[in-house]
């Protein structure tokens, strides 16, 4: 890890948003479960959970295979954005989530939101959050043309902040953010609250495995985002 010229802190601390600081992961397979229905796709929730945390034409590809017909993608995510909305008011952050951030920030880290959701849905997590006395920067969906497990999203993220890969540690809950962080060269710290196996995620590369947020603010001295690089 490096210095700054100006003797900043450069450290940036990535989190990603929906099974990480948020309870939304089986909301999102219930809203792209509703959304193929709507157009023909009968497909078990089970195989739509397991791409969630990847951006809609990558999960359109995981889940329908064959029976994807790329016409329809846009009206597909469409119905998926329209039936997700229903739930922003009602959006529930983990515990500690918020408590989180503002422990990391208080150690010297730049907060950031890195997200590939349409805007709109990061600005209704940032609400629920009620966290940006903390955060220094945030992405969406805008900020990138290929999504997870490509490593775009991390990099975005990086540039926000003027982040160097080996000043930085990521934090969310998929294989697919383990697998985007590691192809930036960021370390990934995963949670269990998107609803994947400690196991899968270790496989993944994550150098860290925590139940949940609270677990990780707890522990978070024993961890990579104990201090920044300085």
């Not at 629920?128 to 955060?135: G, W």
């Not at 490509?150 to 930085?168: C, G, H």
């Not at 995620?201 to 990579?224: C, I, K, M, T, Y």
Request: glycine content about 10%.
């Amino acid at each position: 890890m490096t210095a700054r010229a100006d003797g900043q802190a450069r450290g940036a601390a990535l989190f990603d948003l929906d099974g990480t600081l948020v309870d939304t992961n089986y909301l999102h397979t219930l809203a792209w479960w509703q959304a193929m229905r709507q157009h023909g796709h009968d497909v078990p929730m089970a195989r739509i959970h397991r791409a969630i945390g990847m951006g809609s034409d990558r999960l359109l590809d995981a889940v329908l295979g064959a029976e994807r017909r790329p016409g329809e993608d846009g009206a597909l995510a469409d119905a998926h954005g329209t039936l997700y909305a229903l739930w922003y008011e009602t959006l529930r952050p983990f515990d500690g989530a918020a408590e989180l951030l503002r422990a990391v920030a208080a150690r010297g880290w730049k907060v950031v939101l890195a997200s590939s959701a349409a805007e709109e849905e990061v600005a209704a997590i940032r609400r629920r959050l009620d966290a940006d006395d903390v955060i220094a920067a945030a992405t969406s969906g805008g900020d990138v043309d290929t999504t997870k497990p490509a490593p775009d999203l991390v990099e975005a993220a990086l540039r926000s902040v003027d982040t160097d890969p080996e000043d930085a540690v990521f934090v969310g809950d998929t294989v697919w953010d383990v697998e985007a962080a590691g192809r930036a060269g960021v370390p990934c710290i995963a949670l269990l609250t998107g609803g994947i196996s400690r196991g899968e995620l270790e496989d993944a590369g994550a150098v860290l495995v925590h139940e949940d947020a609270q677990s990780l603010l707890r522990h978070l001295d024993a961890s990579p985002l104990s201090r920044p690089p300085s």
